[in-house]
DNA sequence: TATTTAAATGAACAAATGTTCTTTTACTTT
DNA sequence: AAAGTAAAAGAACATTTGTTCATTTAAATA
């Protein structure tokens, strides 16, 4: 997306930050070239029609950051960084909100989602599905490395991930109305805290000495 | 609501349908009075304008089930109830996901979110603080009671609250696509179990039998 | 029953919107 | 410099869409 000649970069640009803040179906074409600064019409020298502009998002969502919460690293290089790990996954949550390209996609992730099955789709299956697998195949590896307790990875992959989900849909939910987001942004860490202390194994001789 | 003339009831219902499904900028007037079965023409003999209708939909969502997570009962009385009491809210969320009229109203408020100011306040209000600080009063009465870890009560009750919203809108979004949500349910359960069982003060006479 | 009020119809309008087409401009290639 | 190509502008068109209005129909009231 990067290589495109720069009107068409541009009208892509503005249509993320649009589709983003407005919705797809509130967008009009006459927006776009506005934000753009060139006519309606040679939108059309770029883009087939207004459609296309929206499958060319959808099709880019799947390079973007918005997926990579693990930056492609394998479950077994990293899962013993531990508490670590989980919170550099966390972090990544973070930046997505507060990054400013980022933070548009996931909003127009979640504003079409229930008007694009495609969308629908990316989501399931590289944000969602693609992500806690990832995670449960790391918590796995904790439990038969006895770092963590036993128990349905899945389950906890789960749990790990929702927190992280619905902090960041709070993020990008209070900059929509320029609010302060200060407290939000700390539950991220409160998360990893909260969690590793509460699935990790405690080593047996510190607790003793109570 | 329930005692409008039937025919603005109709169109009212129509319309949650619609903004819900499609989202209120992608739905027409023509549509809402398809569904009605009445002309067009006709809805303005209830509504100002299409925007009213929207604004009362959000106004109304006040009265709706989408926010009484605790059947409107005090603190005091239900804190003892202890896991049964996460069980009871954590089935609300299911339930709310899973009735044809409270499910149209998520979706509605989750599609809509990032167009309407008012649904914002409504959700950030009456949906989220609403419900979260009076989990942190629980929770607060419990760790005061002994029956649970002594935190932080407003990490708790997100940590406990954004699991289930999440699987909520996993249910929702797997029901636009007419998919199966057998696994999905089984998830406001577990989470219920997870969170339960590793903060509750596990009795001592017990745990020292092992 | 006669009268008033409310609600539905059908037609129409004005504005908005996606798109096309022709012409003009600017840049690249020979 | 000339020719060719890509992109921009400007005007225009066909639909769609929210809304209005005069008229008819139905229901409630006196």
New interface residues.
């Given amino acids: 997306m990067s290589k495109l000649s720069g009107t068409k970069k541009k009208i892509y640009d503005a249509s993320v930050k649009l589709f ?4 797809y ?2 967008t009009t074409v006459r927006e776009i070239a506005k934000v753009v600064g060139i006519q309606q019409s040679a939108i059309y020298n770029h883009f087939k029609n207004k459609e296309a502009i929206l499958d060319e998002i959808i099709d880019n969502l799947s390079n973007s950051h918005l997926i990579n919460l693990f930056e492609d690293k394998e479950p077994k290089e990293i899962y013993k960084k531990g508490k670590s790990l989980l919170k550099q996954v966390s972090n990544m949550f973070k930046l997505i909100s507060y990054d400013t390209k980022t933070d548009l996609l996931f ?1 127009f992730m ?2 079409e ?3 694009n ?1 495609r969308l ?1 789709i990316f ?2 299956e590289e944000f ?1 599905q693609k992500n806690v697998k990832k995670l449960s195949i790391v918590f796995f590896m904790m439990m038969q490395d006895e770092m963590i307790e036993s ?2 990875p899945l ?2 992959a ?2 790990f ?3 992280l ?3 960041q849909l ?1 993020i990008v ?1 209070l900059k ?2 320029n609010k302060s987001t200060a407290v939000a942004a700390t ?1 991220f860490e ?2 990893t805290d ?2 590793w202390d ?2 990790r194994i405690k080593n047996e001789k510190k607790d003793q000495l109570f």
């Avoid at 983003?20 to 919705?23: P, R, S, V």
């Fill in positions: 983003a803040e407005k919705g179906k509130a909003r979640m504003q989602l229930f008007n099955e629908r989501y399931n969602y128990m349905d389950v906890l789960n749990e991930f929702s927190p989900f619905f902090y709070q939910r929509a109305d539950l409160k998360h909260f969690f509460r699935i």
